[in-house]
């Protein structure tokens, strides 16, 4: 049964930085659109970045340009989400999702895989 799962979740203050990482069993994920959501509490769960299976092109919200980045790490089967200058309305559950179209841009509902989701909570 493929699984995929996010950590690198926790506590960090305004300003602060985490990196969150997804990994996957029984799942290569060299090859998939990997997607980034979140989900605050009361709010629905948005699309945060997305790096496409083909050429690994990256996309962001505008909410997040400039502060996060994604890449892959194709020998450690792991896709990262690296987020800097974090702000509290940063705070969600984020998860990372395996889609097997070549490209960003797919709704949520047809990626294929999901993980459980991480807790990041940006506070002072």
């Known amino acids: 049964q493929v699984q995929v799962v996010e950590s690198g979740g926790g506590l960090v203050q305004p300003g602060g930085s985490l990196r969150l990482s997804c990994t996957a069993s029984r799942l290569t994920l060299d090859g998939y659109t990997i997607g980034w959501f979140r989900q605050a509490p009361g709010k629905e769960r948005e699309a945060v970045s997305c790096i496409s299976g083909r050429a690994s092109d990256t996309y962001y919200a505008d909410s997040v340009k400039g502060r996060f980045t994604t890449s892959r790490d194709v020998a450690k089967n792991t896709v990262y989400l690296q987020m800097n200058s974090l702000k509290p309305e940063d705070t969600a559950v984020y998860y990372c999702?395996?889609?097997?179209?070549?490209?960003?841009?797919?709704?949520?509902?047809?990626?294929?895989?999901w993980g459980q989701g991480t807790q990041v909570t940006v506070s002072s």
């Open positions: 999702a395996a889609d097997s179209f070549f490209e960003c841009g797919s709704y949520q509902d047809e990626y294929d895989y």
